[in-house]
């Protein structure tokens, strides 16, 4: 992704419209809100467009910005949480890609006292050791020093439970952090559903949580995953790719 201003970005254009569909798809996003993110090259970010519906999203409305927030590529603007979210996290983090979304079950656990996302189920395992939260609610992202608070919070992890907002999940490819988006969302449901029943949850012992971390497939997994979702789409909303 950080070749050239060719076919490399015309990949991720394509991926990370196909990314958004999905999400929209699966009730991830937030009516118009919540911003994806590719770090093309230095000083070069791929973000979809604020005000645009992620059930619309076509690789051409995406935008080519720079680290102050400038359109270079594409009409209109990303949002400006996004703009002051997404700079300064790939920047200090040096993830390539930055998801950030209100989806409401990992979102729950972030409005619960002490919230934490609990190695309850072979899903949740996969992150074991690989969360950082940030508890303290700051309010709207107004400005750079919230996102560049945000990296500090985040450290060397891949995702970040932000208290009484959301979450920021990234990686190093459009794939492998979509299917941890996904992922997360779902160890989350369950444990919120099994918090609903009240009883006591039973928690994988760490060293076994620790080895579902580290599956090997966890990539490969990833890249089927994605490539699957741009054969759906190919097939029933092939507009994304345009």
């Known amino acids: 992704m950080a070749g050239s201003n060719g076919a490399d970005w015309q990949e991720a254009r394509i991926d990370l419209a196909a990314a958004l569909r999905w999400a929209a798809r699966l009730g991830l996003h937030e009516g118009v809100c919540n911003h994806f993110s590719v770090m093309l090259a230095p000083d070069r970010f791929l973000i979809n467009a604020h ?17 102050a927030g400038n359109t270079l590529e594409g009409q209109g603007r990303p949002a400006t949480t996004g703009i002051n979210i997404h700079v300064p996290m790939h920047r200090m ?8 979304t209100h989806m409401p ?24 050791g690989l969360c950082a939260y940030d508890d303290a609610f700051n309010g709207f992202a107004t400005d750079m020093d919230e996102g560049t608070r945000m990296s500090r919070m985040m450290g060397d992890k891949r995702v970040l439970f932000l208290g009484n907002h959301g979450v920021v999940v990234a990686g190093e490819t459009i794939a492998d952090a979509f299917d941890d988006l ?5 160890a989350c449901e ?7 029943t009240g009883r006591p949850l039973a928690i994988i012992p760490d060293e076994l949580a620790a080895k579902l971390a580290s599956f090997s497939t966890r990539h490969e ?3 089927y995953f994605l ?16």
């Open 105 to 128: 079950y990992a979102t729950a656990l972030t409005c619960i006292q002490g919230g934490r996302l609990e190695m309850v189920h072979q899903n949740a395992g996969r992150f074991f």
């Open 51 to 67: 005000r645009t519906h992620w059930a619309k999203a076509r690789a051409s409305d995406l935008l080519v910005i720079d680290g």
């Open 182 to 186: 996904y992922y997360l969302e779902r």
């Open 190 to 196: 369950v444990q919120v559903l099994a918090m609903s």
């Open 93 to 100: 983090t040096g993830h390539k890609v930055i998801l950030h």
């Open 227 to 242: 490539a699957a979702i741009r054969g759906i789409l190919d097939e029933e909303e092939p507009a994304y790719a345009t």
């Open 221 to 223: 997994n990833a890249v």
